[in-house]
Structure formats: C-alpha cells, structure tokens
C-alpha cells in the first residue's frame, strides 16, 4: 500500500493527506476509514510536516526527494493559504523574496501583527516554522542575520549578492517615495518613516516599510470632542521578480486587518513593485490598495536606472562598474533627493575592493559581519588577506569631496569597530598569526578633532598589536593610478576629487 501512497505523490507532488486519502477510496475502492489510516500509517520515503497541522486533522505530506522543490514550497503555500494560515502568508512572503530575507525585515514582510489578541506575532510564526524546519535563521554575510526557507546546504550561495542588490536599490526607492509624500503633502512632512530608520515603521499593529500620518481632509477622523485625529499613509515595497499573487497575499492580510481596527484612522495603503501579473494586480485593486511601480510614480528614467542600480551590483561581484555605467546611475538616479549620496557611499565600497585587489591581494571579501562572544558586532565594508603575512580591514567613507564627514564615524571606528575586528581576528584560525593592518578611506573632510583623534589613536597603539592609516582622497588617488586602470582612475576623479575652481566645502 506505501507503493501506491508513493505512486500517487511522485505523479501528484506534494498535498494534503485528505487528497491522498481519496485517491485511495477512488482507485481501490477502501472505505474513507480504512484509506485515512493507511495513509496515517505509510512510511518509508512518504514523510509528514512535523508540528503544522490543517482542518480535519490532515497533514502534509511528501516524499523525501521533494523536500524543498519549488513545487514542494508551491503545494505547501497552497495548502496553507487555503485556510488563511498566518504561516502560509509567512512563506509565501520569503519566497517571493527569493527565499532569503533579513530578520528585520520578517515583521514588515509577514504580514502578521506585531501584538494583536487572536493573531500570531511574527516571532511566533518564526518560532513555529523553525520547530517544522521549514525556516531558519542564518548570519549571511553582508547581509547579516536572515530567515531563510529550509534548502540544501548552498542554495542561497548564489542569491546573496542578489538580496543585497535589492536592498539596496529599495532604500534609494524608499527615500524617492519618502520625498513624494512629503512633497505632494500627502503626510506630515517630519513624521515620515522607512525602515532605513533606528526604529521599524508602524501604523497600528502592523510593521511598514514606510509610514506618515496624514492630515488631508478625506483622511482626518474626528472624536467626539471634535478632535481631528490624522490618517496614516502606508507603504511597502519590493524590487524583485515580478509580483504574484500568492506574495501579495500577506500584505492584503496586513491591510484588510488593519482596517477592521477601530482607533486607527483611514490609512491609504500602497505597495510598489517592479511589475504585477493579472491576479496578484487585481487582488490588489479589488481590497482598495494602490498597486504602484517606480514607472509609474517617478517615470521610465528613474525605473531604468534603479534596473541598472540592481543590475550593476548583483553583476560586479565586488568589481567597480564601468565610467559608463557609472555616469548613467548618477544621471538618472541623481534626480531623487539623496540618492547621491547613497549611490556615491555604496559604490565607492565596490571602487575599494576593486583597488584592494589590485594592490593588496586577490583575495577580498566585502561587508563581512564579525560578532564576539559578549554580543558586540561591527561590519567590515572590505577584507582583504594577503597569502600568510597580512589582513588589511578597510573603512570606506565615500562621500562627495565637498562634504563634512561627521565626527561619529572614526570615533566609532576607533573605539568599536577596530577592537570588534582585532578581536575576532586573533579568534579565527587562518587569520590569527596575521599582521593586522586597519585603514580608513575617507573621500569626504575630515574636520581638525576627527584627525586629532585619529593620529592620538595611532601615537598610543602599539605596532605589534596592529597598525592603523588614515587615507584621504590624495593618497586613495595614488591608489588607483598604481593599478593603472583608466576606467577606475577616471571614476575616482570625477566623482571622488575636488574639481578646481569649484566653491568652498559645504554639504555632500
């Protein structure tokens, strides 16, 4: 009987145990009974989701080499979501992540209230599905803590420098929607929040990725004192494949249960994603939610180039983009309020590692996430190790030539990041007999107490220990002509130096 259980999962996949069930009063004619314990009793490569449970006591079930298919995850969600289940949204919202997410990022993306009576939290959820091992939370690097759906061993290998990619391009997206809503007054102009913020965004129970109370007419509510009391603007956002509608589904959740909230004024919810297919576009129109995209908010320009932002990080693989390709971010990107900025400090992280390579070592790492046993942890922006003789830890400031790099950052460097990185060091096996080299690579000014400080810190540490260098755009130029590279050379003038004649130091 296990054969014919076995038999009907490898033609059908993965499905409830009721489905298994009827085959087996269909095709042998067994009583409802009898089917249902032999199904309950089938063994040997038909296995059971442990810990999850669905109506009438079914259960999932699969064989062996399915677990952890695409088709496996497929079924699963189905199955979930048939019922509504808080876990099923969960999944469905990773998958359409790419099955990686950061664990910050799980209470936005769930779909489940952070404290609501008669819901699960998120950390519940979590909780629940790591028992089921169908997640798991990870240290990625250069992404740091994530949940991930439970895969082979090296699944996400590949997909790393995509999510980071995303995340990326989503807080350049984020700050232009940031700057939309405060610009067309759709919400107070002070009191908008994304989640690029120390605090996770929140309207009512539910975690956002950008959040604004409102005072537009149509969204104020009014007490019985008559008392205005402000709506909420709520948005999430995802640039990755195009939307589905089983990933839609956790924020439709978030919003239809948000609404049935009596304290929480009218709230104008909009998710923003690259592209929709038909139903996850509808689903989102008929619950009353705003299905945009970057096109359509911001035009063609600023969508190609968030494209080409995304593309040029996930293809680099920590190389520096072409002057071509550079210019171009810069230009169409250059529009949206900060993303200058954003653009200038994360490329310059690819135009280090770049240099490193080519005059430390080809072995470089980026954005590396180091954590010691008392809970400290401290990310290094590039790593590079030089065979058997030296480590070189770079922090990289790449701001525009004319700006004011604040003081906090090589007080942070000095005090905490550098002794996170020593220490952590001397714990790992092919790192600890290194000489340990610290530099800070700065592009912006440096003010008089910053490199009062910076040269105090050098004059007291000992060089047996470790060494520390500061290295401003003059010597981070020589640099790059050392590796002879023009595209390189030329970028870092043009977007790092100076430009002769121009005016005094002031913002970046």
Same mark, same amino acid.
């Given at each position: 009987?296990?054969?014919?259980?076995?038999?009907?999962?490898?033609?059908?996949?993965?499905?409830?145990?009721?489905?298994?069930?009827?085959?087996?009063?269909?095709?042998?004619?067994?009583?409802?009974?009898?089917?249902?314990?032999?199904?309950?009793?089938?063994?040997?490569?038909?296995?059971?989701?442990?810990?999850?449970?669905?109506?009438?006591?079914?259960?999932?079930?699969?064989?062996?080499?399915?677990?952890?298919?695409?088709?496996?995850?497929?079924?699963?969600?189905?199955?979930?979501?048939?019922?509504?289940?808080?876990?099923? &949204?969960?999944?469905?919202?990773?998958?359409?992540?790419? $099955?990686?997410?950061?664990?910050?990022?799980?209470?936005?993306?769930?779909?489940?209230?952070?404290?609501?009576?008669?819901? +699960?939290?998120? @950390?519940?959820?979590?909780?629940?599905?790591?028992?089921?091992?169908?997640?798991?939370?990870?240290?990625?690097?250069?992404? %740091?803590?994530?949940?991930?759906?439970?895969?082979?061993? @090296?699944?996400?290998? %590949?997909?790393? +420098?995509?999510?980071?990619?995303?995340?990326?391009?989503?807080?350049?997206?984020?700050?232009?929607?940031?700057?939309?809503?405060?610009?067309? $007054?759709?919400?107070?102009?002070?009191?908008?929040?994304?989640?690029?913020?120390?605090?996770?965004?929140?309207?009512?129970?539910?975690?956002?990725?950008?959040?604004?109370?409102?005072?537009?007419?149509?969204?104020?509510?009014?007490?019985?004192?008559?008392?205005?009391?402000? @709506?909420?603007?709520?948005?999430?956002?995802?640039?990755?494949?195009?939307?589905?509608?089983?990933?839609?589904?956790?924020?439709?959740?978030?919003?239809?249960?948000?609404?049935?909230?009596?304290?929480?004024?009218?709230?104008?919810?909009?998710?923003?994603?690259?592209? /929709?297919?038909?139903?996850?576009?509808?689903?989102?129109?008929?619950?009353?939610?705003?299905?945009?995209?970057?096109?359509?908010?911001?035009?063609?320009?600023?969508?190609?180039?968030?494209?080409?932002?995304?593309?040029?990080?996930?293809?680099?693989?920590?190389?520096?983009?072409?002057?071509?390709?550079?210019?171009?971010?810069?230009?169409?990107? @250059?529009?949206?309020?900060?993303?200058?900025?954003? &653009?200038?400090?994360?490329?310059?992280?690819?135009?280090?590692?770049?240099?490193?390579?080519?005059?430390?070592?080809?072995?470089?790492?980026?954005?590396?996430?180091?954590?010691?046993?008392?809970?400290?942890?401290?990310?290094?922006?590039?790593?590079?190790?030089? %065979?058997?003789?030296?480590?070189?830890?770079?922090?990289?400031?790449?701001?525009?030539?004319?700006?004011?790099?604040?003081?906090?950052?090589?007080?942070?460097?000095?005090?905490?990041?550098?002794?996170?990185?020593?220490?952590?060091?001397?714990?790992?096996?092919?790192?600890?007999?290194?000489?340990?080299?610290?530099?800070?690579?700065?592009?912006?000014?440096?003010?008089?107490?910053?490199?009062?400080?910076?040269?105090?810190?050098?004059?007291?540490?000992?060089?047996?220990? /470790?060494?520390?260098?500061?290295?401003?755009?003059?010597?981070?130029?020589?640099?790059?002509? $050392?590796?002879?590279?023009?595209?390189?050379?030329?970028?870092?003038?043009?977007?790092?130096?100076?430009? +002769?004649?121009?005016?005094?130091?002031?913002?970046?």
């Amino acid at each position: 009987m296990a054969d014919a259980i076995e038999m009907f999962l490898e033609h059908h996949g993965p499905c409830l145990t009721s489905k298994v069930s009827e085959h087996l009063v269909k095709v042998l004619r067994l009583s409802p009974t009898t089917a249902r314990k032999r199904v309950s009793r089938a063994s040997g490569e038909v296995k059971r989701l442990a810990y999850i449970t669905f109506p009438r006591k079914a259960r999932f079930v699969y064989l062996q080499n399915d677990f952890g298919s695409p088709l496996y995850w497929e079924r699963l969600i189905e199955a979930l979501l048939e019922t509504n289940s808080a876990y099923g &949204l969960a999944i469905a919202a990773i998958r359409q992540r790419g $099955g990686l997410i950061p664990a910050d990022h799980f209470p936005i993306a769930c779909g489940a209230p952070l404290k609501q009576l008669k819901h +699960l939290s998120p @950390g519940t959820i979590f909780e629940r599905l790591d028992q089921a091992k169908l997640l798991s939370k990870v240290q990625v690097p250069g992404l %740091g803590e994530c949940i991930t759906l439970m895969q082979a061993e @090296g699944y996400f290998d %590949g997909s790393t +420098l995509d999510t980071r990619a995303r995340l990326i391009t989503e807080a350049i997206l984020l700050a232009a929607i940031r700057d939309w809503v405060r610009n067309l $007054g759709l919400g107070s102009y002070d009191r908008v929040a994304t989640r690029e913020g120390n605090a996770v965004p929140t309207v009512g129970t539910f975690a956002w990725d950008l959040t604004a109370p409102s005072y537009l007419g149509p969204m104020l509510k009014y007490d019985k004192a008559g008392n205005a009391k402000p @709506g909420f603007i709520a948005c999430d956002v995802l640039l990755g494949p195009r939307m589905g509608e089983a990933g839609m589904r956790p924020f439709i959740n978030k919003c239809m249960t948000l609404r049935r909230l009596r304290n929480v004024g009218p709230c104008m919810q909009i998710f923003v994603a690259n592209s /929709y297919d038909g139903k996850a576009f509808e689903l989102a129109k008929r619950h009353g939610i705003v299905p945009a995209t970057p096109s359509n908010l911001f035009g063609q320009e600023v969508a190609e180039g968030l494209n080409e932002l995304a593309s040029v990080l996930r293809n680099t693989a920590g190389s520096v983009p072409n002057a071509d390709a550079f210019d171009s971010l810069f230009r169409k990107l @250059g529009k949206i309020e900060g993303a200058s900025i954003q &653009l200038r400090g994360t490329l310059f992280e690819y135009l280090a590692a770049d240099i490193a390579r080519k005059t430390i070592s080809h072995d470089v790492r980026m954005n590396r996430l180091f954590k010691t046993p008392e809970g400290l942890e401290a990310e290094a922006d590039v790593i590079a190790v030089k %065979g058997q003789s030296s480590i070189h830890f770079v922090e990289c400031k790449g701001y525009s030539p004319y700006a004011l790099i604040p003081d906090k950052y090589m007080t942070r460097w000095l005090t905490h990041n550098v002794p996170v990185f020593f220490k952590e060091t001397k714990r790992h096996p092919d790192w600890r007999n290194l000489e340990v080299k610290f530099e800070f690579w700065a592009t912006g000014q440096l003010s008089d107490e910053a490199l009062d400080e910076f040269f105090a810190a050098k004059a007291a540490i000992k060089a047996s220990r /470790y060494t520390i260098e500061l290295r401003q755009s003059p010597a981070i130029l020589e640099l790059c002509e $050392g590796t002879r590279d023009q595209d390189l050379i030329g970028i870092f003038r043009k977007h790092y130096m100076r430009t +002769l004649g121009f005016g005094p130091a002031g913002t970046r």
